[in-house]
């Protein structure tokens, strides 16, 4: 596909007040990749998924990002202009009837040339913050990658991540999320390690550094809501992380709005029984399913497609990669969770719209 080099500005019909947005926690789904059977990009469906996303209430979308398929900037491939193009318009125009705010967040990789182009790309998309990853940077010295995240903030707000190892993420110290939190356009972190100890470093580091500006999203789809309901506390001060950014709200979505409603009623109240420690376990083995966490998250992104083909949401669980491709049982194990733990499950809502979000 031919890339082009104007970038026009899509203005959402409310005016975004990015920190005030994110610090008010909002679910911020990552938005799967639509792929027709060929391989070839589905246009149709992933205006459809947008559609899906701001009807069932998300607060805003992260494109080009680990849902997204990172070869989707591949030159062969071509499509991280257009996908983010794509998303930024469907969400626009589908925004227009009923004005909301609403946050359109872009994923950004590799070395600093790299993202530096794409931090360019989706600002002049209208983008209001990159989701900055740091795959690329897994054996530099931690000086470094911070001189590269600071480049990247003065181009587009930041939206810090920190992704466990398993999937291309590596462990950074205290010390270096202590410094990060010091990027005076920093706006948010996504705290992503599937690790207990490395979230409370993320936590107490943007506690630490007085940024009570910073937003603190959940990534840990392993622990949601045990995250959300968690009062950090840390020399007699608390944060919340106060929403999420994650590829599990990718699917679901209507229940998953829902389910962040109630817990911030929850938290206001302090209502947090034992129940909640029981759905956190369920949200936890409906993850399992999905991301495939048996094999090491191998079926990951092949999970989120099969429960929005299911949907018929997509047509296929087809990835850029084809070797990315459900694991034996996983499918199966999709269809357990989803039988035992209906209140996870949106697909009335689904049904009820899908022919209008394919139009």
């Known amino acids: ?32 990749l639509a792929l027709q059977k060929s391989r070839r990009w589905d246009e149709t469906r992933q205006r459809a998924l947008v559609r899906y996303y701001v009807d069932a209430g998300a607060g805003g979308l992260a494109v080009g990002v680990h849902s997204t398929q990172f070869a989707i900037r591949e030159p062969k491939i071509g499509l991280y202009e257009p996908v983010l193009r794509l998303a930024a318009a469907a969400a626009t125009g589908w925004l227009g009837a009923t004005p909301r705010a609403f946050g359109l967040i872009a994923g950004l990789c590799g070395r600093t040339p ?15 913050a990159g989701l900055l990853s740091l795959g690329a940077w897994a054996r530099d010295p931690e000086e470094a ?3 590269h995240c600071r480049a990247v903030a003065r181009e587009l707000p930041l939206v810090g991540f920190y992704l466990q190892p398993a ?20 706006v948010a972190v996504k705290i992503a390690p599937f690790n207990r100890y490395r979230t409370i470093d993320v936590v107490r580091a943007v506690l ?22 968690t009062p950090f506390e840390f020399a007699g001060r608390t944060r919340h992380i ?11 979505t209507e229940r998953a709005v829902a389910l962040l409603e109630e817990i911030k009623q929850a938290r206001k109240s302090n209502a947090l ?41 997509l047509a296929t669980t087809a990835c850029l990669d084809r070797h990315e491709q459900l694991s034996p049982g996983q499918g199966r194990e999709i269809t357990r969770v989803a039988r035992d733990y209906p209140w996870l499950v949106d697909d009335s809502f689904v049904a009820a719209n899908r022919d209008r979000w394919l139009k």
């Not at 082009?4 to 500005?9: F, G, R």
């Open 114 to 128: 790299q993202a530096l182009r794409e931090a360019g790309i989706a600002g002049g998309l209208g983008y209001h």
């Open 167 to 186: 999937v291309g993420g590596r462990v950074f110290s205290y010390r270096f999320w202590r410094k990060f939190a010091d990027i005076p356009t920093l």
């Open 1 to 32: 596909m031919r890339r082009t080099t104007t970038y026009p500005t899509f203005n959402l019909t409310v005016p975004l007040d990015l920190r005030s947005h994110l610090l008010a926690g909002q679910l911020i789904p990552a938005l799967p």
């Open 242 to 252: 106060v929403g999420g950014l994650l590829g599990q709200w990718g699917v679901w």
């Open 145 to 147: 990658v911070l001189k």
């Open 208 to 229: 630490e550094a007085g940024r009570d500006d910073v937003a603190l999203y959940t990534g840990n789809d392993d622990n949601i809501i045990g995250d959300l309901l």
């Open 273 to 313: 029984d034992a129940s909640w420690l029981t759905r956190n376990a369920a949200l936890t083995d409906a993850n399992a399913a999905i991301f495939d966490s048996a094999n090491n998250f191998a079926g990951c992104l092949p999970g989120i497609h099969e429960v929005l083909r299911r949907q018929g949401l």
